[in-house]
T-cell receptor, first 116, second 117 residues
């Protein structure tokens, strides 16, 4: 079974400041980890994913995340926030390599607000 | 290449009614997953269809059922609607590139917002 905990349901940062959104996971098998973004009245868009290999993954719009197995974390960062980054962000996990195990388990989300 | 499309975008039903939501998967994708997103929550997995067969189900009662058609489009049916069924219903499609479905990216539609009165 998998689960995801996102610390902080609301995060506010100033434009140009560092963005840090926290995600911790629990998985009984090696996880695949994802960050999705949801803009108002829209579906989910993939920002980045970790499956195997390099633990620092880069995504779209300048976001990146680091898989830390020892800390069971997959925090999302961006060096400099932009007004267009305001949205809801979801961390998600799947059960790894088993065939047919594609169910995404999501966290409860973090709403990011950018202060001008 | 068209993305994932869902219809209708909004729907209002009354308690006890039945509803059908539709999803057209992205071109070339043979796997469709459905999720329910209640207000202020993350999406919850309902079920997944792979090549027209159910391939996994979340903790949802049997009144939630689905179909996948030969063209890989899909329907979500909900019978005996309850007030708690009010939510955004998201469809996602993907295409396994190897035997491991899990690492394949799921592409989401914009969702159908269902209100049950």
């Amino acid at each position: 079974a998998q689960s995801v905990t996102q610390l902080g349901s609301h995060v506010s940062v100033s434009e140009g400041a560092l963005v840090l959104l926290r995600c911790n996971y629990s998985s009984s098998v090696p996880p695949y980890l994802f960050w999705y973004v949801q803009y108002p009245n829209q579906g989910l868009q993939l920002l980045l994913k970790y499956t195997t290999g390099a633990t620092l993954v880069k995504g779209i719009n300048g976001f990146e995340a680091e898989f830390k197995k020892s800390e069971t974390s997959f925090h999302l960062t961006k060096p400099s926030a932009h007004m267009s980054d305001a949205a809801e962000y979801f961390c998600a996990v799947t059960g790894g390599r088993a065939f047919g195990n594609e169910k995404l388990t999501f966290g409860t989300g973090t709403r990011l607000t950018i202060i001008p | 290449e068209t993305g994932v499309t869902q219809s209708p975008t909004h729907l209002i039903k009354t308690r006890g009614q039945q509803v059908t939501l539709r999803c057209s998967s992205q071109s070339g994708h043979n796997t469709v997953s459905w999720y329910q997103q209640a207000l202020g929550q993350g999406p919850q997995f309902i079920f997944q269809y792979y090549r027209e067969e159910e391939n996994g189900r979340g903790n949802f009662p049997p009144r939630f059922s689905g179909l996948q058609f030969p063209n890989y489009s899909s329907e979500l049916n909900v019978n005996a609607l309850e007030l708690d069924d009010s939510a955004l219903y998201l469809c996602a499609s993907s295409s396994p590139s190897d035997r491991s479905l899990a690492k394949n990216i799921q592409y989401f539609g914009a969702g159908t917002r269902l209100s049950v009165l």
